[in-house]
């Protein structure tokens, strides 16, 4: 019976603990589940030495072979882990990919620098060397999207095809301002999440204040990419045209924060691209969305010859 007692005892304590553990933490837990689905996949969590500064990357490959070399550039305020819905899949599906965390960001070293949108590319350059990368397929997401844009127009010679998702890097008018990125508050936290996804789940209040205080400790960084990318230097307007590795454009048909029309008008800029619109999705498509999104780009990426122009909508699947 004391047996019996004790270890009742022992797991109400531990149901305890765990509840602790959730209600302060579960940011930190849901990383770490996404990182374990990330390990039971296959995907690999290694470090580097690029540039001089220390980077975090995620890498995998189909098994027993090599793979095509595909190069994932995440967006403002977020890290490799975003990717995970699409890095397993990808490398079953032949490519061996790369998703650094970018300088500032993630486990990635955070040094005094601008962050801005070329310091940024730099840093993609100088990864792709340090793990011998000579020619990739390169994607980018958001802030990564610009990122990859102005590193396939700098140098062409790194980029084998392009495809950029819910794309930052030429000027709209927006309907925010640079201090959604680092809410003072959890109403803030909602804003931003209302933002992001057509279909934002509730969330609560303790869920808000841990976002809260996980988006405080690189609001630094996020800031001073904001003011680079608001001063104008960086923006790519009147230099898409000349873009030359074949190009897929994908976009969620319901994103509030980069709106569609953004991606219509890339399209129209870059010669012979190709758009992809995910019905029922928002600025996360390829996490929210992450089937069609993934369908539309390997085969985007495998096609022989190059897909050259057209428009697809992919229905909701939701």
């Not at 403002?76 to 990717?83: I, S, T, V, Y």
């Not at 969620?252 to 995910?278: F, W």
């Amino acid at each position: 019976m004391r047996r019996v007692l004790r270890a009742g005892i022992v797991l109400l304590l531990l149901i305890f603990a765990a509840g602790i553990v959730v209600y302060f933490y579960p940011v930190q837990l849901a990383e770490q589940g996404v990182r374990l689905h990330l390990w039971r996949s296959g995907v690999e969590s290694k470090y580097i030495d690029a540039g001089g500064y220390r980077m975090h990357y995620f890498e995998a490959s189909p098994k027993g072979a090599e793979g095509t070399p595909l190069l994932l550039v995440h967006g403002l305020g977020a890290r490799g882990e975003d990717w995970a819905a699409m890095i397993p899949p990808l490398a079953a599906a032949g490519f061996h990919v790369y998703a650094p965390d970018l300088l500032g960001y993630g486990r990635s070293a955070r040094p005094d620098v601008s962050y801005s949108i070329s310091m940024e590319e730099t840093a993609v350059v100088q990864f792709m060397q340090a793990v011998h990368l000579k020619r990739a397929d390169v994607g980018g997401w958001s802030m990564g999207g610009w990122i990859v844009l102005k590193l396939a127009l700098d140098h062409p010679a790194l980029v084998n095809r392009l495809v950029v998702y819910d794309s930052a890097g030429i000027y709209f008018p927006a309907t925010f301002g640079p201090e959604l990125f680092t809410p003072t508050d959890t109403a803030g936290v909602r804003r931003l999440l209302a933002m992001l996804t057509p279909h934002p789940q509730p969330m609560p209040d303790f869920m808000a204040r841990a976002a809260l205080r996980k988006l405080k400790k690189n609001a630094w960084v996020i800031r001073r990419s904001m003011a680079a990318m608001t001063d104008g230097r960086d923006l790519l307007d009147f230099r898409l045209d000349n873009m030359q590795p074949p190009t897929l454009i994908v976009w969620g048909a319901q994103d509030e924060l980069i709106p569609l029309s953004v991606g219509e008008t890339m399209h129209r800029d870059i010669p012979h691209s190709v758009l992809n619109v995910m019905e029922g999705c928002g600025h996360l498509a390829p996490a929210t969305c992450s089937k069609p999104v993934v369908r539309g780009t390997v085969d985007f990426l495998r096609a022989e010859p190059p897909m050259q122009g057209g428009e697809k909508i992919f229905p909701d699947e939701s």
